[in-house]
């Protein structure tokens, strides 16, 4: 594997449920992201935060909220979802800055009924 | 506008033969340019990364080529195999510093039939 993990692997949600996904780098790296992958289309970048500051939000709805306590741990707090949030969604690190090399978690698979 | 475009139709091919797949961009200037491959319900898994002075890249049966002029990219692999079927993904570096990222094409599935 990668030394990137990500629980739950698989998350059932409705729509008034408040649930967290986790991810957690085991690399050492000083960044992490959360990108969002639809069937069919390309990775979104959602956030991005470097030694712990967020440095980039690309205009994610506020039902998102990220969270990272240190450069090992990152969150997403997910809050009052619609179904067309169900996605995978992709936890990354990098060593330093974001177009260099990214490894990927497993990603969860999240469906909002 | 800028574009990123992979062959969203899959790729089939016999077993032994070469794959070629194409990342084509437009209004990027990319200093470098990697490859990933994604299997069915997981992360993607990082292969390669040319730079823009490099015109070539070799690891095992995988070869990268990187056209500034053209604004391509093409990925191969040679002697293709069952395993190595799977979605491939193209992303290119924008930006620096701290508002740098990876741009990533929408992938092109390949399958090798036995």
């Known amino acids: 594997e990668t030394g990137v993990t990500q629980t739950p692997r698989h998350l059932v949600m409705g729509m008034t449920n408040k649930k967290s996904l986790k991810c957690e780098q085991h690399?050492?790296?000083?960044?992490m992201y959360w990108y969002k992958q639809s069937a069919k289309k390309p990775l979104e970048l959602m956030f991005v935060?470097?030694?712990?500051?967020?440095?980039e939000n690309n205009s994610v709805p506020s039902r998102f909220s990220p969270e990272c306590p240190n450069s090992s741990h990152l969150f997403l707090h997910l809050h009052t979802l619609q179904p067309e949030d169900s996605a995978l969604y992709l936890c990354?690190?990098?060593?330093?800055?974001?177009?260099?090399?990214?490894?990927f978690g497993p990603g969860t698979r999240l469906l909002v009924l | 506008s800028q574009k990123i475009e992979q062959n969203s139709e899959a790729l089939n091919i016999q077993e032994g033969k070469t794959a070629t797949l194409t990342c084509n961009y437009t209004?990027?200037?990319?200093?470098?340019l990697q490859w990933y491959r994604q299997d069915p319900g997981r992360g993607p898994v990082f292969l390669l990364l040319?730079?823009?002075?490099?015109k070539e890249k070799r690891k095992e049966r995988l070869k990268v080529t990187f056209d500034t002029t053209l604004k391509q990219s093409l990925f191969h692999i040679t002697a293709s195999q069952p395993a190595d079927s799977a979605t491939y993904l193209c992303?290119?570096?924008?930006?620096?510093?701290?508002?740098?990222?990876?741009?990533f094409g929408q992938g092109t599935t390949l399958q090798v039939k036995p």
């Open positions: 990354a690190s990098s060593q330093g800055m974001a177009q260099e090399t990214q490894y």
């Open positions: 690399l050492g790296h000083n960044a």
């Open positions: 935060y470097s030694l712990e500051e967020r440095v």
């Open positions: 209004n990027y200037s990319p200093a470098y």
């Open positions: 040319i730079r823009e002075n490099e």
């Open positions: 992303a290119l570096a924008h930006g620096s510093g701290n508002t740098g990222k990876l741009i």
